[in-house]
């Protein structure tokens, strides 16, 4: 079995994490080339029950395996580590071939009732084989956590990305001569044979693994410490289930949110047809570029717990204040640059990822709130790290009620419509960032220098004017050539002002440059 160390085992799972999103924006630029925003929206349209069942049954396991298996790790118990194993492998199955039997045969009446397109069906059906293998995955990925060698769970990552990107190009494109329900069934179609790749290679890697154990490992098999099932299964649910009913949160408000929007647009008047295009347009596409930047933010939120926790565990105040200071101020420059294009350049984005310059005004409405998106991360993570995680969960759950009451209003306006939803979605990214941020300056006595904010602001307004007039001026017959210039005008403006006003300082580059180094030692 190949151990990392924590620092190499968290950058493997980084890599592969970045690697991964960056494989997956493939299929999410050429599919709706192919199947169009309605055909995303039916492929869409299940995901949100999908995520709400697979919480339901993985949300917590993955922990709770991790957790029991280094404790049985660190005492060379081997039977208790494939005891932990099993227990953990049975109970999900159960739940997930239970959650399978009631969705395939309660098919008719969940899209009857909550997912209002009822020519969504087959992609639900095909659908209802990925909850096994999720769950299944879910347990090794824990056991392997456990056993400290991530390289299974990279792996087998990266392996599910690449067949599911070529499968639901291949299976949507096959299908959609025989219309645009089985199209984007096709595209499920290929999410399960991704899944299904990364499930067999997880137990090629668990196979691998068990054949060369150390001899001294066999020994401890005869040990009579073994727990009981009973208890076992006891502790596992004691870990698993608080951190399923958290997640559960989240989940629930991304399904009831899809609801309450289809709802809603069907209130304004709008067809079945043209409310999924509208649905498939915002989740499908506008939200994935939204979130694109969030990968280099969630790193810093991945970097700030165990600095935080640490330096909390010290009641060293003036460490805390100041690692995160720096997270949020590099957060914030970080994340302005890609609003500023996402705003300016709405339009020729959507032309030329998707060829659908339509969606651009959805883009552009919530360009201006991204950087709240990108703030948040650090924010949260600061909770989670000072031992605040309730003050997180309360911020999102009256962002969350928040969020569909407007939805339910806004969205069902005619002159509103998908629009409406989109406010909505805004108006709960703000109010969550702002909460977060008045937990963390309650529980800190926190505060940023406003200088910070006048700057980046102050940045972001001399690019985005730069941006605007080379894309606008014709100074090249070329729309593409304008566009990619515009793009690199402006990051170079918006760099030029962040050295120039000092919002990276020398402090912020050594302590990068420190932490590679320290990378590099220990890998």
Known sequence: ???????????????????????????????????????????????????????????????????????AEAERNERRIHSVLKLAMALTCSLSVVFSALCLFGAEWIIGRLLTDKRVYSTFIVMTPIILMIGVSSVFRGYFQGRQNMIPTATSQTAETIVRIVMVLVCSSALLRYGIELAAAGAMLGVLAGELAGMLLLLFHYRQNRKHRPASVHASIGSSQAPRRLSGLRRMLRISVPITGSKLVGATSYLLESIFIAQALAAAGISTAMATAQYGALQGMVMPILLLPSALTSSLSVSLIPSLSEAAARKDMLTIHKRLHQSLRLALVAGAPFAVLMFVLA??????????????????????????????????AALQALDRPGSALVNTLIGSVAKLALIAFLASKPELGIRGAVFAININIVLVTLLHWSSVVRALKFSMNMADFVKIGGSMAVSGLCCYVVMAVPWHDSNLLRFFSASAIALLVYLLFVFLLRLIDLDDMQRLHRWSRKIWRRT
């Open 347 to 380: 339009d020729p984005i959507c032309l030329y990822m998707y060829n659908q310059p339509e969606v651009g005004v959805l883009l552009k409405m919530m360009a201006p709130v991204a950087i709240f998106i990108y703030f948040q991360a650090p924010l949260q």
């Open 1 to 71: 079995m190949s151990k990392q160390s924590f620092i190499k085992g968290t950058m493997i799972l980084l890599a592969a994490g970045l690697i991964n999103r960056l494989l997956g924006f493939i299929p999410r630029i050429t599919l709706p080339r192919v199947i169009g925003a309605e055909g995303v929206g039916l492929y869409q349209m299940v995901w949100p029950f999908l995520i709400v069942v697979l919480t339901i049954i993985t949300g917590g396991i993955p922990v709770a395996v991790a957790k029991l298996v280094a404790e």
